[in-house]
């Protein structure tokens, strides 16, 4: 039974959809509340997970581009990018 519901649900057309948009609100909780372990912008390494699991999920979109970039700004990383560029997609 269990193994039915977990198909139905992986195999569902909008799990890629509420996947990309809970992993990035997760990544921005994350990077607020531990914004000393993520301040050096350009060396951390959740963006670049994040940015490969969005693209991975939902495909390759230019909203993306201007993401990763102001995430890897230190003090710019803090705005939601990831969260309003999957909200765009």
Do not use: K, Y
Request: with cysteine.
């Amino acid at each position: 039974m269990v193994a039915m519901f977990d198909d139905l649900v992986l195999n569902s057309p909008r799990f890629p959809l509420r996947a990309a948009m809970l992993m990035p609100m997760v990544s921005d909780v994350v990077q607020i509340i531990g914004f000393p372990l993520f301040a050096e912008g350009v060396l951390s390494p959740l963006d670049l997970v994040v940015a490969v699991v969005l693209v991975r999920l939902v495909g390759w979109h230019w909203e993306f581009l201007p993401s990763l970039i102001a995430e890897l700004v230190p003090g710019v990383d803090l705005v939601p990018f990831w969260t309003l560029a999957v909200a765009c997609v």
